[in-house]
C-alpha cells in the first residue's frame, strides 16, 4: 500500500484510469446531448409562447394556445423551481412504479438533463428575442411570413447571436450537475469516482482527481466556446454580453439605427 | 376624386388603443394606379391607418376591401405579398444580406424557386440601385441605401400596393433624394402607392392625390394643386402654412 498522497493517486490512475474516462465520457456525453436537446425544446417554447393572438383567430384557437402558453408557463417555473437532483428521483422511480417503465438509467439522465436544461432555455431564447428589434417581426409579416417562418428565418437567427454566451453557460453548467445523476445510478464521472473510493476509502484522494477531471473538462469547453462566440459574434456591431466564459465581457449593446 | 374600381376601399373605420381612439370613422377609397399621399401631423393617425391595411394592427370597426375582398377574411400570406410596406426605419432582416432579403418572401410566401426569387430579386435591386451591393449586410449600408433595398424587398413580392410610413424621415437629408427619386421612378411604372410623407414638394410633385388627416379624421382630400393653394378646411390651412414655410414652399 502507498503511504503518500502522490503514492496514492499514482496506483488509483492505475488501478481506475479507464473508469474515470469512461466516466469523463459519459459526463460530456450527457452535457452534449443534454444541452443540444434543451437548447432545441426552448427554441421551440419560445416560437410556441410567441404566438400572437388576435381578436380576429377563432375562438377555439385563442383558447387551445393560451392554453398551450400556460402549460409551457408552468413547466418552465416547476423545472426551474426544483432540483435536478429531484427530478431525476421523480422522473426515474416514477416511471418505474407507475408506468412499469424500467428505463436504462442513461436514457433517464438524457431526458431530465435535456427536459430541465430546456426550462432554463426557454427563458434564456426569451430574453434574446426581447433584444432583436420589434420592427423585425413587423416587417417578415408585412411581407406575408408565418409566425413560425418569421421565427426560425428572421427572429431566432438574430437572437441566438445574442444568447451564445448564455448558451454556451448552460453547457458548463451542465458538465457539472450531471454529477446529481449518480442518485439513479448513470454511471458518469462522480458515480465512478464514488465506486472508485469505495475500495480502498481513500475519499480525499480519489476526489481530488475527480475534481481535476471537472477542472480540465470545463475549462477546454470554456476555451472552445470563448472560440466559437468570437467567430460566431462577426464583425464589432455589439459586444458579447454576460458572458461567463469571456471575462471582458461587458453589458454594452450598440443598436443601429436608433 | 374616386373613379375606376377602387382598389383599395375602407369604410367607417376605427381604431381603439385603450381609452385613446386614433381612428375616427376613415372612409378612403384609392383607385388602380393612383398615387395618394397622406400628410398631417403627427400623432395623427397615419400610420394607424396604414397599419390597419395589411393588418399589423387589427381595425375595431369598419372594413377595409381590397380589390373588392374583405382584408380580414383574406389568408395572410397573399394579403401581405399584394400589399407591400415600406417603413421609416427600413427594418430590413439583419441576419440577411441585401441579396437574401428579397429572396426569402417570395420563396416562402409566393413558393418561388431560389433561382426565379433571386432573378427577380436583383431585377429590382438593379431598378433601386442597390446591384452592386447585393451581398452586402443591412449593417454595412447606409440609411438611403438600406430603405433603396427595403422598397426592392417590397417589390420582389410584386405588390398591387405599396404602401410607405414616412420613407424618408430617418434619413439623412442629403439621402432623402436618392429615395423620393426611387419612389417617382414606380409612380411611372403604374403602381398603386399610398404614401405618408412630411415633405411638401415631393408629395405635390409625385401625387395624384393628396389626403389631410387630422386626430384620426380625413379633413380633406384633393388634387395636389388645388389642396396645397385653396385648402378649404381652416385645419388644413393651417397645418400647410406651418409646414411649407419650414420647407422653403411658397405658402398658399
Ligand atoms: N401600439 C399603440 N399603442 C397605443 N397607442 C398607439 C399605438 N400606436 C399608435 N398609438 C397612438 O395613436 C396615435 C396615432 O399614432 P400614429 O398612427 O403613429 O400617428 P402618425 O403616424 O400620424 O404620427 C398616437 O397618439 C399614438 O400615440
Ligand atoms: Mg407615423
Not at chain 1, 85 to 114: C, E, H, K, T
Not at chain 2, 18 to 28: A, E, I, Q, W
Not at chain 2, 90 to 103: I, K
Not at chain 2, 212 to 221: K, N, P
Request: hydrophobic share 45%; net charge neutral; glycine share 8%.
Amino acid at each position: 500500500m502507498p503511504t503518500t498522497f502522490f503514492g496514492w493517486i499514482h496506483l488509483l490512475l492505475e488501478e481506475y484510469g479507464s473508469l474515470f474516462l469512461q466516466g469523463a465520457g459519459t459526463t460530456m456525453f450527457i452535457a452534449v446531448v443534454g444541452t443540444t436537446a434543451g437548447f432545441a425544446i426552448g427554441l421551440l417554447v419560445a416560437i410556441l409562447r410567441t404566438i400572437p393572438l388576435k381578436p380576429s383567430t377563432p375562438h377555439w384557437q385563442q383558447r387551445l394556445v393560451q392554453g398551450l402558453k400556460t402549460v409551457l408557463s408552468v413547466y418552465i417555473e416547476v423545472f426551474r423551481g426544483t432540483p435536478m437532483i429531484v427530478q431525476a428521483m421523480v422522473v426515474y422511480y416514477g416511471a418505474l412504479q407507475y408506468l412499469r417503465l424500467d428505463i436504462p438509467a442513461l436514457s433517464a439522465a438524457f431526458l431530465v438533463v435535456s427536459v430541465n436544461t430546456g426550462a432554463y432555455m426557454a427563458e434564456i431564447v426569451r430574453g434574446g428575442i426581447l433584444s432583436v428589434d420589434k420592427g423585425q417581426k413587423e416587417a417578415a409579416t408585412a411581407v406575408g411570413l408565418t409566425h413560425w417562418q418569421s421565427m426560425t428565418s428572421v427572429i431566432l437567427p438574430q437572437a441566438v447571436r445574442s444568447i451564445l454566451p448564455a448558451v454556451g453557460n448552460e453547457f458548463v453548467v451542465n458538465i457539472k450537475d450531471s454529477s446529481v445523476l449518480n442518485v439513479i445510478s448513470v454511471t458518469e464521472v462522480y458515480f465512478m469516482s464514488k465506486s472508485a473510493a469505495g475500495t480502498y476509502l481513500k475519499y480525499f484522494e480519489v476526489f481530488f482527481i475527480t475534481a481535476v477531471i471537472y477542472f480540465v473538462l470545463t475549462f477546454t469547453t470554456t476555451r472552445l466556446l470563448r472560440l466559437i462566440e468570437k467567430k460566431m459574434s462577426g464583425k464589432d456591431s455589439y459586444t458579447i454580453y454576460g458572458s461567463q466564459s469571456d471575462p471582458n465581457a461587458q453589458i454594452v449593446f450598440t443598436r443601429e439605427d436608433r | 376624386m374616386e373613379s375606376g374600381n377602387p382598389i383599395i376601399e375602407i369604410t367607417g373605420l376605427e381604431k381603439r388603443f385603450g381609452p385613446n381612439t386614433v381612428l375616427k370613422g376613415v372612409d378612403l377609397s384609392v383607385s388602380k394606379g393612383q398615387v395618394v399621399c397622406l400628410i398631417g401631423p403627427s400623432g395623427s393617425g397615419k400610420s394607424t391607418l396604414l397599419r390597419c391595411i395589411n393588418l399589423l394592427e387589427t381595425p375595431d370597426a369598419g372594413t377595409i376591401c381590397f380589390q373588392g375582398q374583405d382584408v380580414t377574411q383574406m389568408p395572410p400570406g397573399p394579403l401581405h405579398a399584394k400589399i407591400g410596406m415600406v417603413f421609416q426605419q427600413f427594418n430590413l432582416f439583419g441576419n440577411l444580406n441585401a441579396l437574401d432579403n428579397c429572396v426569402l418572401g417570395q420563396m416562402k410566401v409566393l413558393k418561388r424557386s431560389r433561382s426565379k426569387s433571386e432573378e427577380i430579386a436583383q431585377k429590382y435591386l438593379e431598378r433601386v440601385g442597390m446591384l452592386p451591393y447585393r451581398d452586402a449586410r443591412p449593417d454595412q449600408l447606409s440609411g438611403g441605401q438600406k430603405q433603396r433595398v427595403a422598397i426592392a424587398r417590397a417589390l420582389s413580392m410584386d405588390p398591387e400596393v405599396l404602401m410607405f410610413d414616412e420613407p424618408t424621415s430617418a434619413l439623412d437629408p442629403e439621402m432623402v433624394d436618392e429615395v423620393l427619386s426611387v419612389i417617382k421612378t414606380l409612380k411611372d411604372g403604374g403602381l398603386t402607392m399610398l404614401i405618408v410623407t412630411h415633405e411638401m414638394a415631393f408629395a405635390r410633385d409625385a401625387a395624384d392625390r393628396i389626403v389631410f388627416m387630422d386626430a384620426g379624421q380625413l379633413v380633406e382630400d384633393g388634387r395636389p394643386e388645388a389642396l396645397f393653394t385653396h385648402p378649404e378646411n381652416p385645419r388644413t390651412r393651417a397645418f400647410l402654412s406651418r409646414s411649407l414655410r419650414g420647407q422653403g414652399i411658397g405658402t398658399p
